[in-house]
């Protein structure tokens, strides 16, 4: 069945639908009365695993905001499942017996994703029949990177010390984690695909805690292989790597359908860097959505014009929404871009 509002899908493949769609990262999470009447009733583990309430939350935006696009209510951590690794949500997401020595590192079970998060590949196809082709879905992982610094730091980081100390006293060892965590993350998207998803993003939310010579190095080539592979699954691939300004015309090497711009850069300026025969995402600073419409729509606008420099651009914001905004704003949010 062909879908009733392709505009995103139209924008991840270079073309320039009639207004500018938009999503937002996190937008189906706690700023929304409806997604805290759901986790009233069930933790977020257990939301994250009922793939009848994965559709419910999914679809809340669509419903309430009117977004473009819908994206796989889950977390970049479940797929830690299939490592047997327990990820405790508290509401931060901890992992009590961290990967931080060789030994650490020997008894990892690596098991099959398709097996053992089977509940997200459910979620998927709840959430397409539940969507019934009014907007695409978008399925998600995190990076390689980003995924293993969580198992090995356990935590959120400010210095990420022990994935850093593990890059640099044991690459090795490091690059031998990065390779199978990348081949677990094709797997994974691919399953995501076969169950229905249009599109991927992949998010390197930990990016900017290297250096750019280090992420080159380090990481990129790791990135890039799992881009490379899932985009033979035929459906359009956005990297996303957070605190990228530096690292932009690093990320922009890897042959990804779309670009994602976070908020440390103007997206004129991003478009500079990527060129402008890419599609962007983005950028603006969810913190903006804490102010007044009349801002909200001053740099809204400006954003969409900006966007105008790129071959197509899809309006985001430059992280997820904040848990404080008003979903009235949000909503003006993207009355504003599709009218602009």
Known sequence: MALQNDSFLQACRGLRPSRTPVWMMRQAGRYLPEYREVRSKVSFTELCRTPELCAEVTLQPID??????????????VVLDALGVEVIFDPAPRIEAPVRTVADVDRIRWGDPREEVA??????????????????????CGAPFTTLSYLVEGKGSRDFEHIKGLCFREPGVFHGLMERMTDLLIVYLKAQ??????????????????????????????????????????????????????????????????????????????????????????????????????????????????????????????HGISRHTDPGLARHLIEVVHSA
């Open 193 to 318: 695909v076969e169950a229905g998803a249009d599109a991927l993003q992949i998010f390197d939310s930990w990016a900017g805690a290297l250096a750019p010579d280090d992420y080159r190095e380090h990481v990129l080539p790791h990135l890039h292989r799992l881009v490379v592979e899932v985009q033979g699954a035929s459906v359009p691939v956005i990297c996303f790597a957070r605190g990228n300004a530096n690292l932009l015309a690093e990320v922009a090497t890897i042959p990804a359908d779309v670009i994602g711009i976070d908020w440390s850069i103007t997206l004129a300026d991003a478009i500079s860097v990527v060129g402008p025969e890419r599609v962007v995402q983005g950028n603006l600073d969810p913190m903006v959505l804490l102010a007044d419409a009349a801002l909200i729509e001053r740099k809204a606008r400006a954003i969409v014009e900006a966007g105008k420099g790129a071959r197509a651009h899809i309006f985001n914001l430059g």
């Open 64 to 77: 309430i905001l009117g977004v473009d696009a819908a994206i796989l209510f889950s977390d970049i951590l």
């Open 119 to 140: 509940y997200v590949y459910a979620a998927v196809r709840a959430c397409k029949a539940a969507l019934a082709d009014r907007v695409p879905l978008i399925g998600f």
